[in-house]
Antibody, heavy 117, light 109 residues
Framework: QVQLQESGPGLVKPSETLSLTCTVS????????WSWIRQPPGKGLEWIGY???????NYNPSLKSRVTISVDTSKNQFSLKLSSVTAADTAVYYC???????????WGQGTLVTVSS | EIVLTQSPGTLSLSPGERATLSCRAS???????LAWYQQKPGQAPRLLIY???SRATGIPDRFSGSGSGTDFTLTISRLEPEDFAVYYC??????????FGQGTRLEIK
């Protein structure tokens, strides 16, 4: 069964760029929608955006100016870059898979990213 | 942007009781695009219901979803100890894509 694992720095300085990678194992990255979703400590879920394996993307308008999601099918990975971060970007970041763009069926375990100097 | 409002914020019930969780949308949502997730402390969310009423793989039949338009409901027929968690509804639209409700915390009474 497919498994997703987030990786990247747990601490990012304000104004810098947050970069995370999700490695997909147990299945191909092809033919699915790959999302990033975040959850500030003690709060609810916020969808950041998704990328289809072919490379087409859809971003949350509230974050669109700062977000880039990319995919590397040769490595079975997809990545998130969030620029100009502030303390408000501190959250657990989840990578996830959907069979369609409408629903998230499989989640990674999540990784906490703290924005602090 | 469609806003999802879940109620109640917290629901206190005992094992064996029936739980009814509500999700109300600010505009009509296609039933095909309404889902429910369960999240336990320290864990990622888990998909329970998609298409408003279809159970995801491996989800017990005590979980059921219903509704249409702007009003959707997640029902847990008889609560098991492992069902106490936070539940989120989620919808998909053309913009901004996926949005979640603020969650309902189901706690043991």
């Amino acid at each position: 069964q497919v498994q997703l694992q987030e990786s990247g720095p747990g601490l990012v300085k304000p104004s810098e760029t947050l970069s995370l990678t999700c490695t997909v194992s147990g299945g191909s990255i092809s033919s699915y929608y790959w999302s990033w979703i975040r959850q500030p400590p003690g709060k609810g879920l916020e969808w950041i955006g998704y990328i289809y394996y072919s490379g087409s993307t859809n971003y949350n308008p509230s974050l669109k100016s700062r977000v880039t999601i990319s995919v590397d099918t040769s490595k079975n990975q997809f990545s998130l870059k969030l620029s100009s971060v502030t303390a408000a970007d501190t959250a657990v970041y989840y990578c996830a898979r959907g069979d369609t763009p409408t629903t998230v069926t499989t989640w990674g375990q999540g990784t906490l990213v703290t924005v602090s100097s | 942007e469609i806003v999802l409002t879940q109620s109640p914020g917290t629901l206190s019930l005992s094992p064996g009781e029936r739980a009814t969780l509500s999700c109300r949308a600010s505009q009509s949502v296609s039933s095909s695009y309404l889902a429910w997730y369960q999240q336990k402390p320290g864990q990622a969310p888990r998909l329970l219901i998609y298409g408003a009423s279809s159970r995801a793989t491996g989800i017990p039949d005590r979980f059921s979803g219903s509704g249409s338009g702007t009003d959707f409901t997640l029902t847990i027929s008889r609560l098991e100890p492992e069902d106490f968690a936070v539940y989120y509804c989620q919808q998909y639209g053309s913009s901004p894509g996926i949005t979640f409700g603020q969650g309902t915390r189901l706690e043991i009474k």
